[in-house]
């Protein structure tokens, strides 16, 4: 399983952009690259998955570099009701289950 | 809403209890998942059910006894428990096999072992 390295925390104020970047070196052929945003006292909830390129959605996009080596999620315009902490997670969603190793996440604190 | 429930939300127990908790999901999902989240902590993922089969087990202590008895309902049964099982624990399911198979969490049970 891949391991992923990501800043424990940022800061942002509301209306801007957010790019969090995440690292995952040894991501294998087989790896799809997942995020999940987390409030607390509630279970994460999925916000966006990529193979490669870029991957956008109602919340969020995704830009995959052609290595793979990383991936930034991006969070356009945040509000106040961003503030949570945002995983990302590489592993191979092929197989019968879906084996996700959470690290410690990015705390992100939007401010007024 | 996410179409998996956990029931209770809350639950406060000592050490020579005997309780459960319950998942249920409503997303036609075939694989159902346990994680422990202690304070400060990443999720710790504990068992996986893969059509109603245990196909993973991280070294969790025999205190939690995990039951499937179909894909849609999965428990966590709980004994002789410490303190330091106190935590959130949270139920997932999703789509076994086949590509974009995501993870639908619960809200949680909050665990307090007095």
């Known amino acids: 399983l891949a391991k992923t390295t990501q800043p424990i925390s940022m800061d942002s104020y509301e209306g801007q952009e957010v790019n969090i970047t995440c690292s995952h070196n040894?991501?294998?052929?087989?790896?799809?690259i997942t995020w999940y945003q987390q409030f607390p006292s509630q279970g994460p909830r999925f916000i966006i998955q990529?193979?490669?390129t870029k991957v956008t959605n109602e919340v969020a996009s995704l830009f995959i570099p052609a290595d793979r080596k990383s991936s930034t999620l991006s969070l356009p315009r945040v509000s106040l009701s961003d503030t949570a902490v945002y995983y990302c997670?590489?592993?191979?969603?092929?197989?019968?289950?879906?084996?996700?190793?959470f690290g410690a996440g990015t705390r992100l604190a939007v401010h007024p | 809403e996410t179409g998996v429930t956990q029931t209770p939300r809350h639950l406060v127990m000592g050490m020579t209890n005997k309780k459960s908790l319950k998942c249920e999901q409503h997303?036609?999902?075939?694989?159902m998942y346990w994680y422990k989240q202690s304070a400060k902590k990443p999720l710790e993922l504990m068992f996986v059910?893969?059509?109603?089969?245990?196909?993973e087990n991280n070294s969790v202590p025999s205190r939690f006894s995990p039951e499937c008895p179909n894909s849609s309902h999965l428990f966590l049964h709980l004994h002789t428990l410490q303190p330091e099982d106190s935590a959130l624990y949270l139920c997932?399911?999703?789509?076994?096999?086949?590509?974009?198979?995501?993870?639908?969490f619960g809200a949680g049970t909050r665990l307090s072992v007095l």
């Open positions: 997932a399911s999703s789509l076994s096999g086949g590509a974009k198979n995501i993870q639908y």
């Open positions: 040894n991501i294998a052929t087989n790896d799809y």
């Open positions: 997670l590489v592993g191979d969603i092929s197989g019968g289950y879906n084996k996700l190793i």
């Open positions: 059910y893969s059509l109603e089969e245990r196909v």
């Open positions: 990529g193979y490669k």
């Open positions: 997303l036609g999902h075939n694989a």
